[in-house]
């Protein structure tokens, strides 16, 4: 087994990935770990650039997340929301001017405004993300996927429309179904400098427990990602986001079935066999571990739902070991 400090990486997006990280820093040393980190759900609102995965992230790690919520900043005020309810009754029919149903509290627009700024002076989001991690305190590196932009597009099944994967998320509240996912840009996009350095270059590769589809999915849709993955595929170890057949936040398992998937640990490890040569599943699903197997991926059997910091710094710990790394 290798031990040292050597760069851990981890593929990851949303809220699941910003608990391993947290959970992962009590076993290794935060500034050892690189979060390539998912972009596909960025959206611009207001005029200002919105990078969710990466700010959830950042905040979580910087224990300024609000935890009720599970996004933003806590102890937040909403005042410029608020605010924008008086142009409602004048806003032109047509008109995105002013949107309310993505609420941004008045902390969490200084990110934004920040990002927003720097992007237009030239800087790359690469930049941006690793000023604003240091401007919150962070020893781990985050990483964009890309500096160019890609989007996710989520088709409705019911609707036969095409939204923005936010519009999906937060303006429908992820409560209809899907009938396909696709990533706008992704055949142009590069992966960033930084990201290959994470995927190709660091002791081990996690695939955090986020969202399959639309949180790994984009990354996985650049050109090269899976090929990097698939030949290191020995060193790379997959946390299953679905626990008992269901996602613990989001829609995952409802997606999972919606685009023809299996929601269960079986149905990731299919997703995740040819990038990732063991699948880290809760002992709920122990009985499934034999299926598991038979799709590809080792079974690693450990508590996975981190309802405390001892939980999920043995998640951490059993994590690494699959690839053969002590912690």
Request: hydrophobic share 45%; glycine share 8%.
């Given at each position: ?64 997340i ?23 009754a ?26 927003t ?6 800087a790359?989001?690469?930049e ?21 932009r ?6 409705l ?54 969202n ?30 679905i ?18 998937h ?66």
């Amino acid at each position: 087994m290798t031990t040292s400090f050597g760069t851990i990486g981890v593929v990851c997006g949303g809220v699941g990935a910003a608990r391993f990280l947290r959970a992962l820093a009590g076993v290794h040393p935060a500034a050892a770990t690189v979060g390539v980190v998912n972009t596909g759900d960025d959206t611009v609102l207001h005029g200002l650039s919105i990078s969710p995965d990466l700010d959830t992230i950042t905040y979580t790690l910087a224990g300024a997340i609000d935890p009720e919520r599970g996004w933003g900043l806590r102890d937040e005020s909403w005042r410029a929301m608020e605010a924008l309810a008086r142009f409602t009754a004048v806003r032109p029919d047509g008109s995105a001017a002013a949107p309310t149903w993505f609420n941004l509290g008045d902390q969490d627009l200084a990110t934004h405004f920040y990002r927003t700024a720097r992007l237009r002076e030239g800087a790359t989001l690469t930049e941006v993300t690793d000023e604003v991690r240091r401007a919150f305190g962070l020893e781990q590196r985050l990483v964009p996927m890309s500096d160019q932009r890609v989007t996710t597009v989520v088709s409705l099944a019911d609707e036969g429309i095409d939204v923005s994967f936010q519009e999906y998320f937060v303006q429908r509240r992820h409560g209809v179904p899907v009938s396909a996912v696709r990533f706008d840009g992704a055949d142009t996009a590069l992966l960033t400098a930084a990201a290959r350095a994470a995927i190709n270059d660091s002791e081990v590769v996690v695939i955090a427990p986020s969202n399959p589809l639309v949180s790994i999915g984009p990354v996985r849709a650049l050109a090269d990602v899976d090929q990097l993955l698939g030949r290191r595929r020995d060193t790379v170890v997959a946390i299953s986001p679905i626990v008992g057949g269901a996602a613990l936040k989001g829609p995952a398992d409802r997606m999972l079935v919606e685009l023809g998937h299996e929601p269960s640990v079986v149905g990731v490890a299919r997703l995740y066999a040819p990038i990732a040569s063991a699948l880290v599943i809760d002992p709920v699903d122990e009985p499934l571990a034999a299926q598991v197997e038979a799709a590809g991926m080792r079974a690693i059997v450990t508590p996975s739902i981190m309802i405390s910091p001892e939980v999920g710094h043995e998640l951490a710990r059993r994590t690494l070991a699959a690839a053969g790394f002590t912690a």
